[in-house]
């Protein structure tokens, strides 16, 4: 698991300053640069992101479990809105962020020597704060599809639907979709973040035996 949560921060972490870059450089160039200089500044920006975890992305990952959650919280609302603008607007990939939030969370818990109660709090906090972020994707996702005329010609299209796809039609599956997409990601992170703890060896205590619990191990050196 050590060498799993290592290379999960490193790809977290080490993913935003390419991909932040490579958005600036491209959006800038668009702005100040013409058309044909365009992929020139998208490449500038992707390599000074590549500098920058070249020199900086050992360091920030060795204090990643230090790092205030504000600023894990400002990662995730990153990855968010990449994810959602890549997917144009779907936001059902956006339940698959709560992966590695609730890999970090709950290393982090296990790295801190976290009680079970606080472990079991802070899953049910991580949960609440996927969800509310997906809630906001799901309802900006939502208002586009009402206000594009070509939603419903969309759907027929994309799942060869042989029937007429009415507004009312979009709007159950609006309403539907995101209660489940929403109750995915609650469910999904608060798991993922319980089964890290229970199975990151954490200060002061033993690994889990895998049975998943959040209970404490005895300490080592102590035998009844």
């Known amino acids: 698991m050590r060498y799993v949560e290592r290379l999960l921060l490193a790809i977290v972490i080490g993913a935003m300053p390419p991909i932040i870059g490579l958005l600036a450089g491209w959006w800038g160039a668009i702005a100040i640069l013409p058309e044909r200089n365009w992929m020139l500044g998208a490449c500038t920006g992707l390599a000074a992101g590549l500098t920058l975890d070249i020199f900086f992305l050992r360091?920030?990952?060795?204090?990643?479990?230090?790092?205030?959650?504000?600023?894990?919280?400002?990662?995730?609302?990153?990855?968010?809105?990449?994810?959602?603008?890549?997917?144009?607007?779907?936001?059902?990939?956006?339940?698959?962020?709560?992966?590695?939030?609730?890999?970090?969370i709950g290393g982090r818990l296990a790295h801190a020597g976290a009680a079970p109660e606080d472990a079991r709090r802070q899953a049910k906090q991580a949960s609440a704060f996927t969800t509310g972020v997906l809630a906001v994707a799901c309802t900006a996702s939502a208002t586009l599809a009402l206000a594009d005329p070509y939603t419903a010609a969309?759907?027929?299209?994309?799942?060869?639907l042989g029937f007429e796809v009415t507004r009312p039609m979009i709007v159950a599956l609006i309403i539907v979709g995101g209660a489940v997409l929403l109750g995915a990601q609650w469910a999904l992170t608060g798991g993922v973040v319980r089964w890290t703890y229970a199975r990151f060896p954490r200060r002061g205590t033993s690994p889990t035996d895998g049975s998943g619990r959040l209970t404490t191990s005895e300490p080592h050196g102590v035998h009844g």
């Open 59 to 104: 360091r920030a990952a060795e204090r990643a479990h230090s790092a205030g959650l504000w600023i894990w919280a400002a990662v995730y609302l990153t990855y968010s809105v990449g994810t959602l603008g890549f997917f144009m607007g779907v936001p059902a990939f956006n339940l698959l962020l709560g992966i590695p939030a609730g890999l970090l």
């Open 154 to 160: 969309n759907l027929e299209g994309m799942l060869g």
